[in-house]
């Protein structure tokens, strides 16, 4: 018994130096950020925008990272109050939330800076000759077993006249997570989801279109807006920052590409980007 609470005190002890490692690094960044803001407010000619952004920054903050602190905080209560009656197998499980929501409040920070930097003209993308369907398979294949799981039939189709394109692999395969990520989500049992590459006049088309529950009409027009969601009404308990998108777009403008969305007639939605082969 004294050396399984050794072995999870140990556990303890370097899971809270990993948290504290990972928040101050996260509170730099943000200190940063909230420097870069400033100084836009000092130069921007339209300071109401600039605090109105401060203002849906702070308070998206606020919302979305509630509940996984919650998690964290309830989770690491409960063992350090009840370590010495906790069975090894409830210390693990309550370290599997712990870790699960730190790595939702990770992500949703992340998101959070990515947005902000892109807003700020301060987004990076380091681009290098790759082969694009190449990086296309390996996020295919990447979610083949969410897909089976769903009784999804996921498909993927690749033309092979795309092959070298300079653009930043991490930064791309970012898009394709979200894009994919949200037709699986969105796409219901017995549905289809494609990928695919195509050269179009000197640019590179990729696609993901599935048959899902598409995107409401009055959602349409702002969907690569800040804190907008696809699936509304009905489909709540799908939920995420609403930043997926907005991070997207800024990805393939930064390559000098374009992103928008069709209807996937006669059911479900189309993404589509384009990147410059050269």
Do not use: C
Request: without cysteine.
């Amino acid at each position: 018994m004294i050396e399984s609470l050794i072995t999870i005190t140990s556990s303890i002890t370097i899971l809270a130096l990993v948290f504290l490692f990972l928040y101050v690094k996260k509170f730099q960044e943000i200190t940063e950020l909230h420097r870069q803001i400033e100084e836009l407010e000092k130069h921007a000619g339209d300071g109401d925008r600039v605090m109105k952004v401060r203002e849906e920054f702070l308070a998206m903050i606020i919302h979305e990272l509630r509940a996984p602190l919650s998690v964290i905080k309830g989770s690491a209560d409960l063992i350090i109050r009840e370590a010495g009656t906790l069975t090894k197998d409830q210390i693990s499980e309550l370290l599997d939330q712990i870790k699960t929501s730190s790595s939702d409040l990770l992500g949703m920070v992340n998101d959070m800076l990515d947005v902000s930097k892109i807003e700020a003209g301060r987004f990076e993308i380091y681009p290098k000759d790759a082969v694009l369907n190449d990086v296309l398979e390996e996020e295919y294949k990447m979610y083949v077993p969410l897909a089976s799981e769903k009784g999804i039939d996921f498909s993927i189709h690749l033309d092979p006249y795309v092959s070298h394109v300079r653009f930043d692999p991490d930064k791309i395969r970012q898009v394709l997570n979200n894009l994919l990520s949200n037709a699986l989500k969105f796409t219901p049992q017995g549905g289809k989801v494609d990928l695919l590459s195509e050269k179009v006049d000197g640019k590179v088309k990729i696609t993901v279109s599935d048959t899902g529950i598409g995107i409401p009409e009055q959602i349409k027009a702002k969907l690569f807006n800040k804190f907008v969601q696809g699936a509304a009404g009905n489909h709540s308990s799908e939920k995420g920052t609403g930043l997926g998108l907005v991070i997207a777009k800024g990805i393939v403008e930064a390559h000098n590409g374009s992103i928008w969305m069709e209807d996937n007639k006669p059911k479900g939605v189309k993404f589509l980007f384009t990147l410059p082969i050269s």
